[in-house]
T-cell receptor
């Protein structure tokens, strides 16, 4: 399983764009990159997933360089409700539903008015 | 997205008793379910992986006789904390996936307090 490294915490203000970078130097060929969001006392919620280049959905964008050794979650125009812990996960999820989903330490994002 | 429901959302039990937590996939058949525990200000720690109809695979350091996992059907997995002690107080979260899907869906979590 590829190990991931993220900043422990980040602060930003409402209306700003927030970029959270995750390092995964040992990513394998079959690994996908997935980001989850977790609010206090709730289970994690899927945000976005990608394999290479750029993926965008209604919530965020995920940028993955060609070497795939890192990825950046981009949250446009954050609001107070985006205050949460964000986890970057890397794993071979496509070929086996039993592949483990291991969480790293996550990034605690705090949004201020 | 698919829905995973945990029950109860919170439970308080006396030390020495057992507590059962249910995890249900409401609109899909889960070939694999995962159980995590999370202490305050910490990340989720994987406890075990279970596949329907087979024994759970526990992570190193997790006592399988203390944390009994049953995955009797494709929509239900249960975690039983046996002879609970205060140090077992934690937030327990389950997740579920189906074959060929790359996303895992998580329950809302169960707050266990042992007094």
């Amino acid at each position: 399983l590829a190990k991931t490294t993220q900043p422990i915490s980040m602060d930003s203000y409402e209306g700003q764009e927030v970029n959270i970078t995750c390092s995964h130097n040992n990513i394998a060929t079959n690994d996908y990159i997935t980001w989850y969001q977790q609010f206090p006392s709730q289970g994690p919620r899927f945000i976005i997933q990608g394999y290479k280049t750029k993926v965008t959905n209604e919530v965020a964008s995920l940028f993955i360089p060609a070497d795939r050794k890192s990825s950046t979650l981009s949250l446009p125009r954050v609001s107070l409700s985006d205050t949460a812990v964000y986890y970057c996960l890397v794993g071979d999820l496509l070929y086996s539903s039993a592949s483990k989903i291991i969480f790293g330490s996550g990034t605690r994002l705090s949004i201020r008015p | 997205g698919a829905v995973v429901s945990q029950h109860p959302s919170w439970v308080i039990c006396k030390s020495g008793t057992s507590v059962k937590i249910e995890c249900r996939s409401l609109d899909f058949q889960a070939t694999t379910m995962f159980w995590y525990r999370q202490f305050p200000k910490q990340s989720l720690m994987l406890m075990a992986t279970s596949n329907e109809g087979s024994k759970a695979t526990y992570e190193q350091g997790v006592e399988k006789d203390k944390f009994l996992i049953n995955h009797a059907s494709l929509t239900l997995s249960t975690l039983t904390v046996t002879s609970a002690h205060p140090e077992d107080s934690s937030f327990y979260i389950c997740s579920a996936r189906w074959e060929t899907n790359t996303e895992a869906f998580f329950g809302q979590g169960t707050r266990l307090t042992v007094v």
